[in-house]
């Protein structure tokens, strides 16, 4: 039995970030889907119900985090996973997303490779230990204390 191809929607607004995204993704074995903003990633998801989502925070109109919220809200795509993929590596953009029920979060620069690894894992979880991952990172980020500052 051959295993179903799965289908990533990428949601970037940067051109050199949406190629080597699909690149690398389809090199891994999966059907790439693009949007350039947030409207048109939000309309893709609901159209193609996408096996994971990788998300830039940063976008035109409806930035990341609107997504993210419409995603969660949705019966159809609550359980999807989706990778926060962006340039924001604030500790509060961290926390805001893991709240907002983002599965992973990855800082660019990236590693084509660590995403496809990630994905992979995201996909292979059960909704329920995704949540069981989010609560745990959520628990240690707020359990950090931002001395540092």
Known sequence: MTEAMSRVLVIDDEP???????????????EVLEAPDGE?????????????????????GLDGYGVL???????????IPVLI???KAQREDRVRCWEQGASEYMTKPFSPAALSSALEQLMEMSPEER???RAEVLRKLL???????
């Open 16 to 30: 050199d970030v949406l190629l080597l995204c699909r690149v690398n993704l389809q090199h891994a074995g999966h």
């Open 85 to 87: 993929l962006t340039a």
């Open 40 to 60: 048109r990633g939000l309309a893709v998801a609901m159209e193609e119900t996408p096996n994971a989502v990788v998300l830039d925070l940063m976008l035109p």
């Open 143 to 149: 359990d950090e204390s931002p001395t540092w500052r």
């Open 69 to 79: 919220a419409a995603l969660r809200e949705r019966e159809e795509t609550k359980d």
């Open 131 to 133: 949540e069981s991952r």
